[in-house]
């Protein structure tokens, strides 16, 4: 639907002034329902009640009046006297009978029904019976038969009261309506800014919070409402938030340790070898310097696969991979003669994922296995219909419970390691934890005698058709 710009402008924007306005517009609305549902009632209700008050004692005297027994004065004694008035007037239009004071004064009215016990009504000023401004009556003619003669009767209301009342009605609707809008607004107004202000103290806070300082959380109100959950969730989001920096720091500090290294051994070997070019070995000076780039495009290759993992991508290439068939390529392609790896493999373990990440993960176990093994290496592929479950186990020294998570975090070697494999970057076992984490499983070490047990589960899928 379109909008004009003026009437766009004129919108409230804050959530406190929506709120207001949408209060005061749901007030309006019962008011002026409310109201117009009295306005069209009450009047006609109070008159009904004055009429039908009048036409009850028109009939008693209507009733007097037929067995002859009508006093010349009538006695009220059901009704005000201040506010009703009866008179009695005979076919020559002559007051015969009446409430105090109407015997003295003339015909109080000249209409009355056409028939016999028939009520007519009419509102008509009567002046001269009480205050300027209460002259207005409700006057019932009742037509009766009586031993002397038709008789008209009279009974008249005074309706100051009524009249009254209707002027009070009319002052609490049309004044007293936009007195309760606007103090329906005032209290939205003042409660939503009360129910908002740990909102704007959150909103201050993180306005104050910078990507160099992540310590700092927001306060959290004692309402226990959706606000202060708001809160506990803001500060969850900032401690995750602060631990992934100080990840990030380690990480980067690390890595430039880690590139630092070989990237000066490697320059510092190029600077001697071309200071004293005809006392090196060109051969033996270009197989370092390709081991050492070889070791440099690994640890690239691990840096880089470990970042697009901390990003949150599994990799483009996802379809159903069998983890026995990865290891039985794994052991083929092994022919190293110290270590023999006995593969025990499931005819069949699909699992959903990137074949060249779980292909990652199975290089990097067996590697660390066959690096620390005493002459084998066990290799077991099953699936249970839930889980493919990948154990590598080898017969080395094992690593020490204390130790068992410290191998999954990046850059830690430790001693053994550091004496096995030199060139090692310490990335191998943390990116195969990310990588089982990214398939939506997990990689633990088991307890096991002699040697180290590494188990991978991640979820089985359907074999494609």
């Known amino acids: 639907m379109y909008v004009p710009a003026a009437a766009r402008r004129l919108r409230p924007r804050s959530l406190r002034g929506k709120l207001t306005g949408l209060a005061a517009l749901i007030a309006a609305g019962v008011f002026s329902a409310t109201s117009a549902l009295i306005l069209s009632t009450v009047p006609d209700n109070l008159r009904e009640a004055v009429e039908s008050r009048s036409e009850l004692v028109a009939r ?134 009360a129910t908002l202000r740990p909102v704007r103290r959150i909103r201050r806070e993180l306005e104050e919070i910078s990507g160099q300082n992540l310590s700092r959380r927001v306060p959290v109100p004692d309402s226990g409402d959706e606000i202060a959950r708001l809160a506990e969730t803001t500060n969850a989001t900032l401690e995750r938030l602060e631990r992934s920096a100080e990840a990030q720091r380690r990480f980067v500090a690390d890595a430039s340790h880690e590139l630092r290294s070989p990237i000066s051994a490697l320059h510092t070997q190029l600077e001697v070898d071309g200071a004293y070019p005809d006392e090196t070995d060109w051969q033996e000076a270009n197989g370092r310097a390709l081991r050492a780039t070889g070791r440099l495009a690994s640890i690239v290759e691990e840096l880089l696969m470990l970042a697009r993992l901390d990003a949150g991508s599994g990799g483009p290439d996802r379809r159903v991979v069998d983890m026995s068939r990865l290891a039985a390529e794994q052991i083929e392609r092994r022919t190293n003669p110290r270590v023999h790896i006995q593969g025990d493999l499931a005819g069949s373990a699909p699992v959903l994922g990137s074949p060249i990440q779980l292909d990652r993960v199975l290089t990097n176990l067996l590697d660390n296995a066959v690096r620390h093994a005493s002459e084998r290496v066990d290799l077991e592929v099953e699936a249970d219909g839930e889980a493919v479950w990948v154990t590598v186990t080898d017969d080395g020294d094992g690593i020490a419970a204390e130790d068992r998570e410290r191998v999954f975090e990046r850059f830690t070697r430790l001693a053994a390691g550091r004496r096995l494999d030199r060139g090692g970057s310490g990335l191998g076992l943390p990116l195969s934890r990310e990588i089982a984490t990214a398939h939506g499983g997990t990689l633990e070490i088991a307890d096991h005698g002699p040697g180290a047990r590494f188990v991978l589960c991640l979820p089985q899928a359907r074999e494609e058709a």
């Open 60 to 193: 008693r005297v209507a009733s007097d009046a037929r067995t002859g027994r009508l006093p010349r004065t009538l006695r009220l004694t059901t009704v005000p006297k201040r506010s009703f008035l009866v008179q009695v007037v005979d076919g020559n239009g002559r007051v015969v009978a009446g409430s105090d004071g109407m015997l003295r004064r003339g015909r109080i009215a000249a209409f009355g029904p056409g028939q016999y016990e028939q009520i007519a009504t009419r509102e008509i000023e009567i002046p001269g019976l009480g205050h300027k401004n209460d002259n207005d009556y409700l006057v019932v003619a009742l037509r009766v038969r009586s031993p002397e003669g038709d008789r008209l009767i009279y009974t008249g209301a005074n309706l100051s009261d009524v009249n009254r009342g209707l002027m009070w009605l009319n002052l609490l609707v049309y004044v007293g309506t936009p007195f309760a809008v606007l103090t329906v607004a005032l209290v939205a107004w003042f409660t939503v800014g």
